[in-house]
C-alpha cells in the first residue's frame, strides 16, 4: 500500500521559474517529512525537511508548504536552474520508524 | 566529517549466485538502514539496523538479510540472486539520538544479475 503519493512523475521548467512537486499521504501518524534530490549516479541527498507544526519552511531557493488537514505538502524551488536538474522525493516517516518515499519526480530546467 | 561510503560502487553477478555488500556510516551514526531502489518500484525499505540488533524490516523474502557490527558497519546479502534483483543498493545512516533522526544516503551499490 503507497502511503506517499508523488506528482508529477516528471516536470519540465524554464530557467527562472517556479518548480512545484506535490505528494499527499495517507497516515496521520508521520511526524517528519523530508525532501531528497538524487542526481545520476548518486545516492539521494536531502535538501529540506518539515514537521507538521509548522506549514511553511524556507531555505534559500526551496520552500517545503505543509496542509496538514490536507494531508498534503508540496516543495517550490524558485528561480530554477539548469543544476536543479534531478530527481526529487517526498518522504515521511513517524518518529524512528523506517522513511516512505514517493515515487519520484524527474525534473528538467531547460534554458 | 566523511559520508557514507558503499563498497562494491558496481557489482555484476550471475542468477543462483550470492552477493554481500558493505556499508560504512558516518562516524558517530549508529542506525543503518537498507533499501533498494528500482525505476519501477522506487525506494523500497529492505531494513534497519541499530546496536547490530534488526530494528525494522521491509516486505523482502528471505534471501534478502543483514547484520552489523559492533562499530556500526552492516552488511547486506541476497542469495540465489534473481535477475528481478537488479538495482541499486542504498545505505543510509542516522546518528538516532531519539525523536525523529535525519537519513544520510550513500552512493549506493548498482547490482546487475545476468
Known amino acids: 500500500q503507497q502511503q506517499v503519493k508523488q506528482s508529477p512523475q516528471s516536470l519540465i521548467v524554464q530557467k527562472g521559474g517556479i518548480s512545484i512537486i506535490n505528494c499527499a499521504y495517507e497516515n496521520t501518524a508521520f511526524d517528519y517529512f523530508p525532501w531528497y534530490q538524487q542526481f545520476p549516479g548518486k545516492g539521494p541527498a536531502l535538501l529540506i525537511a518539515?514537521?507538521?507544526?509548522?506549514s511553511e519552511k524556507k531555505e534559500g531557493r526551496f520552500t517545503i508548504s505543509f496542509n496538514k488537514s490536507a494531508k498534503q505538502f508540496s516543495l517550490h524551488i524558485m528561480d530554477s536552474q539548469p543544476g536543479d536538474s534531478a530527481t526529487y522525493f517526498c518522504?515521511?516517516?513517524?518518529?524512528?520508524?523506517?522513511?516512505?518515499f514517493g515515487t519520484g519526480t524527474r525534473l528538467t530546467i531547460i534554458p | 566529517k566523511a559520508g557514507v561510503t558503499q563498497t562494491p560502487r558496481y557489482l555484476i553477478k550471475t542468477r543462483g549466485q550470492q552477493v554481500t555488500l558493505s556499508c560504512s556510516p558516518i562516524s558517530g551514526h549508529r542506525s543503518v538502514s537498507w533499501y533498494q531502489q528500482t525505476p519501477g518500484q522506487g525506494l523500497q525499505f529492505l531494513f534497519e539496523y541499530f546496536s547490530e540488533t534488526q530494528r525494522n524490516k521491509g516486505n523482502f523474502p528471505g534471501r534478502f538479510s543483514g547484520r552489523q557490527f559492533s562499530n556500526s558497519r552492516s552488511e547486506m546479502n541476497v542469495s540465489t540472486l534473481e535477475l528481478g534483483d537488479s538495482a541499486l543498493y542504498l545505505c543510509?545512516?542516522?546518528?538516532?539520538?531519539?525523536?525523529?533522526?535525519?537519513?544520510?544516503f550513500g552512493p549506493g551499490t548498482r547490482l546487475t544479475v545476468l
Open positions: 518522504a515521511a516517516k513517524i518518529g524512528n520508524e523506517k522513511l516512505t
Open positions: 543510509a545512516s542516522s546518528p538516532w539520538q531519539g525523536g525523529t533522526d535525519t537519513q544520510y
Open positions: 518539515i514537521r507538521p507544526d509548522v
